[in-house]
């Protein structure tokens, strides 16, 4: 722990063992386990038509999933298919333009879309001309500004020089390449290969293209990774320079995700471990010149991100971190999550339904949350926590008492110097950040009405 003296460390390790609990990573308030479900397709279709009020001011964002991959990365946990057979391209891009044309059709106006990203899956297992037919007819139907802000992601192995030039020419300026570890044998245990010459490779002709930000994602927790190993990692991709470092925490749910049952716990650090291998990269980052701007995320100066952090205006989506802050969020394929700030809709999971359901001429919702006053205040406490490091609950007299009703929770946060509290005003302490996710639980009121027999989420650890 090469920041921390012995003592800190013994402390540190303490806490760490005190507070690794299954937690969410709040993306959304409420969290998806704990929706009420309370939302159909006429209640969703007036969401809609209520957030798009502040379309001229503030815009939309969209978020496209793009479910495939050619083979399975056993670490993750997103929702994926497993597929070689490149004919699934057009009907699955067919289907998303249905989808998108039922959400034209709420729309009293041109759509303002400030934000753009493709997610997945693997969006560059989609060949350059099935993603420009994609994306051409949407943005054609959509008013582009200037500060627009379009993103995908891309894996070094399959994302070609064609791909980048493609979505560069529609107006995507940022690309974020999914590297997690160099070691091969932990790439062997999580199925997922690249070089670092890959890696260098398409980040040199992102940059020559006209790319203006890269962000690495790497992942600490893995199996088999040690001290030596993510220290060799983390030093090869700061030689690269990308503007921006996502350094997640392997979240291992092998009863959601089988594929994660290739390895077990015992080829995983334990959590002590975890965290020593967290250190080391924070310290690495920081001596680099990147700044620790939120949860697991990094960003050399002059980067938007870090701009947003030290302004306060840093927000954060079903997407992650992001500068944009729009009330409303559409999320297009199988299994995707919109926002319209008042109620949350996700999509069906499995895409033959997902395709039936959007030929019918239906949204595909599989479950929804519309919010109540309540969760929407608690939804602005957790949003500021997880974005500024602090909360004013001061504000009204429901605030204050929402603070009185946690306090059971709060003052061990308090007591482990975790947080402080200022006139009503909790502040994360430079300590607490690492508990984060702790620390916004323990205001999540919906987790602790209902708390779930089995685990629904990963360690924070």
């Known amino acids: 722990m090469n920041n921390l003296k012995a003592d800190e460390y013994g402390t540190m390790k303490d806490l760490i063992e005190k507070y690794n609990i299954p937690a969410p990573r709040y993306t959304s308030y409420p969290t998806v386990p704990y929706w009420d479900n309370n939302l159909n397709e006429q209640s969703w279709i007036e969401q809609i038509k209520r957030s798009f009020i502040q379309n001229n001011k503030d815009g939309i964002s969209l978020y496209i999933h793009l479910p495939y991959c050619e083979s399975l990365c056993t ?5 994926t298919r497993i597929t070689v057979n490149h004919k699934v391209e057009q009907p699955y891009i067919n289907t998303l333009l249905k989808e ?17 990203h493709l997610g997945g899956g693997t969006p560059t ?21 200037m500060d627009a802000d379009f993103s995908f992601e891309g894996h070094p192995s399959n994302t070609t020089e064609l791909h980048l030039k493609t979505l560069y020419g529609i107006g995507f300026k940022r690309v974020s390449f999914g590297v997690q570890d160099f070691d091969e044998r932990v790439q062997y245990a999580i199925n997922r290969y690249q070089s670092f010459e890959e890696v260098k490779y398409i980040m040199d002709k992102a940059r020559a293209i006209g790319y203006t930000s890269i962000n690495i994602d790497l992942v600490y927790g893995l199996p088999y990774q040690t001290k030596a190993s993510v220290t060799s990692t983390i030093e090869s991709i700061i030689s690269l320079k990308p503007e921006r470092i996502a350094f997640y925490s392997y979240a291992h749910v092998p009863w959601l ?3 994660q049952r290739k390895y077990t716990d015992k080829d995983l650090p334990l959590a002590s471990e975890k965290r020593e291998l967290y250190e080391i990269g924070k310290v690495l980052f920081n001596h680099a010149g990147y700044t620790d701007i939120g949860m697991d995320h990094f960003a050399l100066p002059g980067d938007e991100l870090l701009t947003a952090f030290n302004t306060k205006t840093l927000h954060r989506n079903f997407m992650g971190y992001t500068t944009n802050h729009t009330k409303l969020l559409i999320g297009l394929g199988c299994s995707s999550i919109s926002d319209s700030w008042n109620a949350f809709s996700q999509n069906i ?28 205040q608690i939804r602005q406490h957790i949003l500021n926590l997880m974005c500024v490091h ?7 007299l429901c605030n204050r008492n929402l603070l009185e009703t946690c306090k059971h929770k709060w003052e061990e ?5 975790l947080i402080t509290i200022q006139n009503n005003k909790v502040i994360l302490t430079q300590k607490g950040r690492f508990f984060l996710r ?12 209902k708390q779930p027999e089995t685990s629904l989420f990963s360690t924070t650890a």
Request: aromatic share 14%; with cysteine; net charge negative.
């Open 75 to 79: 670490y993750c946990a997103c929702n």
């Open 100 to 116: 998108w044309k039922l959400y034209l059709a709420q729309f009293n106006d041109k759509p303002n879309l400030k934000e753009l």
């Open 125 to 145: 297992f989609f060949a350059a001309s099935s993603l420009q037919f994609l994306l051409d007819t949407i943005i054609k139907s959509c008013n582009i500004g």
């Open 257 to 259: 995700k089988p594929g």
């Open 349 to 376: 999971k499995t895409i033959e339904e997902y395709i039936e359901e959007v030929n019918k001429g239906k949204f595909p919702i599989y479950k929804g949350h519309i919010l109540n006053t309540e969760d929407l």
């Open 390 to 396: 602090e909360s004013d609950f001061d504000q009204t």
């Open 413 to 417: 946060l308090l007591k482990d110097k």
């Open 438 to 449: 702790n620390i916004c639980l323990a205001f999540d009121k919906r987790y602790w009405e």
